[in-house]
């Protein structure tokens, strides 16, 4: 089990990306260490399952960014996946600017990748809207450089939100094709990765908007929920979150066609690992009135002990550097036979 994520270090972590993603992350860590346990125990090697985790910064430049804004936000980011459980000692944790092998095969794979195949991705549909020719060749390019990521260490898993889904199909495609066009005697250099995507959680919606996805780039702060933001902060966005009149109701079904209540609801099971249908077990007939104070509460506790390791976090820049230096050595020793075996299934002659 090989399990491979990122996450663009630009603004605030937020609760859609901790939900829909690093809350994953963490839970896919503990996995990896007992699979770990249970090989070495059976004396078959230790250490076989891995996580690595990135700060996608090389996919941060495909939009026009302020170069100090970035350096800042991915040592922010680097602390925030920590405050969040992510263990630099369990798991490889790097950025991936200081791993030159994901830019490399990013453009090997560029001969396998299909202009159609980027030309059908949502999420470049919706970034460049109606001005393709304005857009950069990275914002195009951005799903080879996102396969490249993961084939980089041959992921198995990659757990991600479900905007995401769509890159990683593209991810397993590009595999596919290099494996049956370069490397046809059964000897594939690419596994094919499946995204690993949250039953509840896989899309967290604005808090203005039960239509649109909360988001880093949307300019209300009011539409999401930071991971850094206070009680007094969460509970004033909580109250001021769209609703509609109606109170609850008592089972799933009677949230159709009222996207706002449906997200909240959403957001109270999943911070309380429970379902929908227990939420509204205990909500159903309710107003928000009874409601919102409530999933306020839930998410100050989610958030308090996050926001306090952070803190502490970003008083030690120096440790942060010294994470990411040392998790990126390992990444490049971990990437460096599959671009090796790239390059020579491409007949790259390189001494
Ligand atoms: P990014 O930085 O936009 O988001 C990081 C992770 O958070 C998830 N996510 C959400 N999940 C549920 N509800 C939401 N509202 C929500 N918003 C974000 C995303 O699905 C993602 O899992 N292209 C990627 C970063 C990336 C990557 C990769 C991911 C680069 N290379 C390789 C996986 C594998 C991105 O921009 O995610």
């Not at 980089?152 to 494996?179: S, W």
């Not at 952070?310 to 030690?316: F, H, P, Q, Y």
């Amino acid at each position: 089990m090989r399990v491979v994520s990122g996450i663009q270090p630009t603004g605030n972590l937020h609760l859609g990306n901790y939900l829909g993603a690093i809350r994953n992350w963490v839970r896919m860590q503990d996995t990896v260490e007992e699979d770990n346990r249970a090989q070495a125990a059976a004396g078959d090697g230790a250490d076989k399952n891995q996580c690595l985790f990135f700060l996608a910064d090389l996919h941060a430049i495909s939009m026009p960014h302020d170069p100090a804004e970035l350096r800042r936000g991915t040592l922010e980011m680097t602390a925030a996946l920590v405050a969040c459980g992510i263990d630099p000692q369990r798991s490889v944790l790097f950025n991936q600017a200081q791993v030159p092998a994901h830019a490399e095969l990013q453009w090997l794979l560029g001969g396998t990748a299909r202009m159609g195949w980027l030309n059908r991705m949502t999420q470049w549909k919706d970034k460049a809207g109606k001005n393709r020719e304005g857009q950069s060749v990275a914002l195009f390019g951005y799903p080879v450089l996102q396969a490249a990521d993961v084939l980089l260490y041959q992921a198995t898993h990659v757990p991600v939100g479900e905007d995401q889904k769509q890159h990683l199909e593209l991810a397993r495609d590009i595999a596919q094709k290099f494996n049956n066009d370069f490397a046809p005697d059964n000897a594939p250099v690419f596994t094919l990765p499946d995204p690993i995507v949250p039953p509840q959680a896989a899309r967290i919606m604005s808090l203005r908007d039960g239509q649109a996805k909360m988001s880093k780039s949307d300019p209300s702060e009011r539409s999401r929920i930071n991971l850094v933001d206070d009680a007094d902060t969460v509970m004033a966005k909580v109250k001021k979150a769209k609703t509609d009149p109606e109170p609850l109701p008592s089972e799933q079904a009677g949230l159709g066609g009222r996207p706002e209540a449906l997200n909240l609801v959403t957001i109270y099971a999943a911070l309380a690992d429970s379902s929908i249908d227990d939420v509204l077990g205990e909500y159903g007939g309710q107003g928000f009135g009874s409601f919102k104070p409530a999933l306020g509460e839930l998410m100050v506790e989610t958030l308090r002990p996050i926001s306090q390791r952070l803190t502490a976090l970003l008083e030690d820049r120096e440790a942060l550097d010294a994470i990411l230096a040392r998790g990126a050595a390992r990444a490049r020793e971990i990437g460096t036979p599959t671009l090796r075996a790239t390059y020579d299934a491409l007949g790259l002659v390189r001494g």
